[in-house]
């Protein structure tokens, strides 16, 4: 059985929304990841459920992405006097709110405003509940996302940096950025930190192990093998979250938001440049309901 620091809980969430951490104890309440802006009263009545009457006082972001800072604006507004810390390297856009630099707008995901009052910094620790964790960077799935780390109970918060088979997809290789070495430096820091316990952004808890580590050096050693692969399986996981999102819609419509949804043509253009990017787009959908995760009824596409 999987241990835990004393007054954590994790609450996972499935795929739209990034799992969430809930630490309380002698010295404060607090939740690392809010998960995606259509479950936020979700998100504020687990937390309530946990907490009960105590106040939450802190909210952490492991990174930017819609899936784990969507409900911000739910807690801020539930806690009046709840701080947000988040990493530095995109602060300046939360402050000025700027949803494409953040990839909200260019992924065609929402997040709605939500306002900071301090930076995880990494090289630091932040004591949440009663235990301190170590604030680690890891670049590559986000070049500015971090990972905690409790050393007494080695359990570590890796979010997208690694899962049970595998990581994140690794963005910036979809923009043009070389990010893969990003990647795999920052499994060689998870390897030395020598977790026990790793409570992941998605997917259950699970035993850290050799054999762990190797999945995901074999996944980077074929991505970086094919970029190519790796921008396919990116494309395809942008559409299913959104079919996470709406559950089914109309095809046209489906069709239509991805083609007014930039970082599709973004991804096309960079690595498949000689397709049109409406055949394109309706091969990424065929291979998503070859692979079981999405079917096509009539005029509708529907989740799996």
Same mark, same amino acid.
């Given at each position: 059985?999987?241990?835990l620091p004393t007054g954590v809980q994790v609450i996972e969430r499935g795929w739209l929304s990034a799992n969430m951490v809930i630490a309380s104890g002698r010295h404060n309440t607090a939740?690392?990841?809010?998960?995606y802006c259509s479950h936020a009263e979700q998100t504020v009545n687990v937390v309530h459920g946990v907490l009960n009457d105590a106040p939450l006082d802190l909210l952490l972001n492991t990174h930017l992405h819609s899936d784990h800072c969507g409900g911000n604006f739910a807690?801020?507004?539930?806690?009046?006097?709840?701080?947000?810390l988040i990493p530095p390297g995109h602060a300046p856009y939360v402050t000025d709110w700027d949803p494409v630099v953040l990839t909200h707008t260019p992924t065609g995901q929402l997040c709605p405003r939500f306002h900071y009052q301090g930076l995880l910094i990494p090289g630091t620790e932040i004591l949440l509940g009663d235990q301190?964790?170590?604030?680690?960077?890891?670049?590559g799935h986000d070049p500015h996302s971090v990972i905690l780390f409790e050393a007494k109970s080695r359990t570590l918060i890796s979010a997208d940096a690694l899962w049970e088979n595998g990581f994140g997809v690794v963005f910036p $290789? &979809?923009?043009?950025? *070389?990010a893969f070495a990003e990647v795999g430096e920052t499994?060689?820091?998870?390897?030395?930190l020598d977790p026990i316990t790793v409570i992941p952004g998605h997917g259950r808890l699970f035993a850290y192990s050799d054999q762990v580590l190797q999945r995901a050096q074999q996944r980077l050693a074929a991505f970086t093998e094919s970029p190519t692969k790796h921008a396919r399986h990116g494309a395809k996981v942008l559409l299913k979250f959104k079919l996470l999102e709406v559950q089914k819609q109309a095809y046209t419509e489906f069709k239509s938001w991805a083609l007014t949804t930039s970082y599709f043509e973004l991804v096309r253009s960079q690595f498949f440049g000689v397709a049109?990017?409406?055949?394109?787009?309706?091969?990424?959908?065929? $291979? &998503?309901?070859?692979? *079981?995760?999405a079917?096509?009824?009539g005029e509708t596409i529907l989740n799996v």
């Open positions: 059985m999987l241990n939740v690392v990841d809010s998960g807690l801020q507004a539930t806690y009046k006097n709840l701080k947000t301190p964790w170590q604030i680690h960077a890891a670049t $290789e &979809l923009e043009g950025q *070389g499994l060689s820091l998870i390897k030395q049109n990017l409406s055949d394109w787009i309706d091969q990424m959908i065929i $291979e &998503l309901i070859h692979s *079981g995760v079917k096509r009824d």
